[in-house]
């Protein structure tokens, strides 16, 4: 058929329909059927289940940044069959077992490869432990990538620069998550040295991470806003809403970045969160929300201290929450 044939039916010179699952292009006005046994580019069967479906696909699967070789390397699988679900012999196996090794090798050949390799493995396994979604590890493997053209992360440790990496794409996901909370996730404590082992490798990653930051140059990551500790921390505690309301309103009107330049995040949250909560008579205890917030006591308490001798709190009480809290009745 010409050009203009294959866009509308030859009888009536109507609109023509796929119809996928009988392999046909018919028309819509009349019914006839124009083609007959199209070519189909799908899976080759309707899957339910996710397995099913990459099994039988025709295209392999997406472009990701977080292997090596962007996920376009085709792989020789482990099995006893061929193609048609015949199984193959011994001698075919055992040279089908050689490919499969040299293949391996080929893959990763220079040292930056096998660098990357690893690292790439290794941001995987501690979004995986932290429960990270699948936005850090590609943000996390591509600025892995760029920084690794910049800088020079030879001779360092590859869980500290994966560590590293891995705090700086949630920093540019906006998910909060300290570098504490990622090696406690990932690594286990020694029986013998409880925690020790842990502080060594978060003090380690956030040497990386200050020096990927002040040696890039250009490459900056963004400030997280002090809303989403807040968040965080009253989540994590079971805090009622409105202490979480105030305590949010109470940081966008009195956040100051001169005054909180180098201080923890963190601790001015959990500071926040505490005045809040006696302001609406529900006071918190400073010990429970220093384990939260991974600060001391000690550190919020001048938190608190520092935010009310620099600004002056104006409470306005509601008409019925006065009555509720003093027993007057206004008139």
């Known amino acids: 058929m010409s050009g203009m044939e294959s866009q509308c039916c030859p009888e009536c010179r109507s609109a023509l329909v796929d119809d996928e699952h009988n392999g046909e292009v018919i028309c819509s006005c009349c019914g006839i059927v124009v083609t007959e046994q199209t070519e189909y580019h799908g899976p080759d069967a309707s899957m339910v289940d996710e397995g099913g479906l990459i099994k039988n696909t025709r295209t392999s699967g997406h472009v990701t ?5 962007l996920g376009m390397t085709t792989e020789i699988s482990i099995g006893g069959k ?3 679900g015949k199984a193959i012999g011994r001698k ?4 089908v077992k050689q490919m499969r090794m040299w293949q391996q090798r080929v893959r990763v050949t220079s040292a930056k490869d096998r660098r990357l390799t690893n690292v790439l493995m290794k941001i995987g396994e501690i979004c995986r432990s932290a429960s990270l979604p699948e936005n850090v590890v590609e943000t996390a493997a591509m600025a892995y990538r760029d920084l690794d053209d910049r800088l020079s992360l030879r001779c360092k440790s590859i869980s500290g620069v994966a560590m590293a990496v891995t705090y700086m794409a ?19 404590p020694d029986e013998e040295k409880p925690g020790k082992e842990i502080k060594a490798k978060a003090k380690l990653a956030a040497r990386y991470y200050r020096e990927m930051v002040m040696e890039a140059g250009q490459y900056k990551t963004p400030a997280m806003s002090l809303g989403k500790y807040i ?5 994590m505690t079971n805090t009622d809403a409105r202490v979480e309301r105030l305590a949010l309103e109470m940081a966008e009107k009195t956040e100051d ?6 201080k923890s995040p963190s601790g001015i ?8 909560s006696i302001l609406m008579g529900q006071p918190m205890v400073q010990r429970e929300v220093s384990a939260v917030a ?3 006591d000690i550190t919020i308490r001048n938190r608190c201290k520092e935010m009310l001798a620099g600004h002056r709190l104006k409470i306005v009480l509601r008409p019925s929450l006065a009555r509720r809290r003093t027993g007057l009745k206004l008139d």
């Open 65 to 69: 940044y977080a292997m090596h070789d």
């Open 82 to 84: 061929d193609f048609s």
């Open 92 to 95: 075919v196996a055992s040279q």
């Open 170 to 188: 949630c920093k540019r996901c906006d998910v909060v998550r300290s570098i504490t909370e990622m090696c406690m996730s990932t690594y286990a």
């Open 231 to 235: 968040a965080k921390i009253s989540n």
């Open 257 to 262: 970045s001169e005054k909180s330049g180098g």
């Open 269 to 276: 949250a959990a500071a926040y969160l505490y005045v809040a």
């Open 294 to 296: 991974g600060v001391t």
